[in-house]
């Protein structure tokens, strides 16, 4: 369920890349980091079916729900590093000028 | 257990590797122009995509391994250092995953990096052919 949803989240981000209208949103950063992490996770999976086989593909129901949370939880955490990164690096100058404006209003 | 520290060391080298190329690069664009960057995508470029996937699923990955309590706040910070037989299996584990986690990540990479170049170029001979 996690690689799944990571893919699902790094598929997601890749198409709202593709029809950006610029670059000043900087989602090259969350499309590559949801990339990088689905393809070590599809090597965890592939891994572990080596070592479980079929039984890979039933897991209980218990590990499902575990796993939906963990891969939403990465998701929200790649959601916030972009997020952070993107207000530290503020590429339109949004930050900056709020909080300039805040200063000259004191 | 630690397979994420594999494509970490990774990125930090690719990182390196990364600035110095990037340097040479500016370097070169002063002395002789950019002419030949239009048709290429510049290397240091392509090392910042594997360095954003290295660190990108790393850090995702370490959040994996906090979650399921093998990486921990305190030292030495992995569980399985506790004793020499988890720690024996942790490396097996980095050798074997996490190896392969990093070479499948480069293997993309050079994918993309080939035909990145491949786009590139169409788009200049489409261009010239708009031209004539």
């Known amino acids: 369920m996690t690689l799944l949803i990571t893919v699902f989240a790094a598929v997601i981000s890749t198409v709202i890349w593709y029809n950006r209208k610029d670059d000043s949103m900087k989602l090259g950063i969350l499309l590559f980091m949801y990339w990088g992490a689905s393809i070590m996770w599809l090597v965890d999976a592939i891994f572990e079916y080596a070592e479980l086989k079929a039984e890979y593909f039933t897991p209980a129901l218990e590990d499902m729900i575990n796993d939906s949370f963990l891969g939403l939880s990465v998701v929200a955490l790649g959601l ?27 | 257990m630690a397979c994420f520290l594999v494509s970490g060391a990774e990125a930090l080298v690719v990182k390196a590797v990364e600035k110095a190329e990037e340097k040479k690069e500016l370097k070169g664009v002063a002395a002789d122009g950019a002419s030949d960057a239009v048709k290429r995508v510049p290397l240091s470029r392509k090392l910042k995509w594997l360095c954003n996937m290295l660190t990108g699923g790393a850090v995702l990955l370490a959040f994996e391994h906090i979650w399921h309590g093998e990486v921990v706040p305190w030292f030495p910070f992995l569980t399985a250092m506790y004793n020499a037989e988890d720690t024996a299996e942790m490396l097996h584990e980095m050798a074997t995953v996490g190896v392969a986690m990093a070479v499948l990540i480069t293997v993309v990479w050079i994918g993309m990096c080939v035909a990145a170049d491949a786009i590139v170029k169409r788009g200049v001979t489409e261009t010239q052919a708009e031209e004539v």
């Not at chain 1, 503020?90 to 300039?100: I, W």
């Open chain 1, 80 to 106: 916030v590093i972009w997020v952070v990164r993107l207000l530290i690096t503020d590429p339109k100058g949004k930050v900056r000028k709020t909080l300039t404006a805040a200063g000259e209003t004191r």
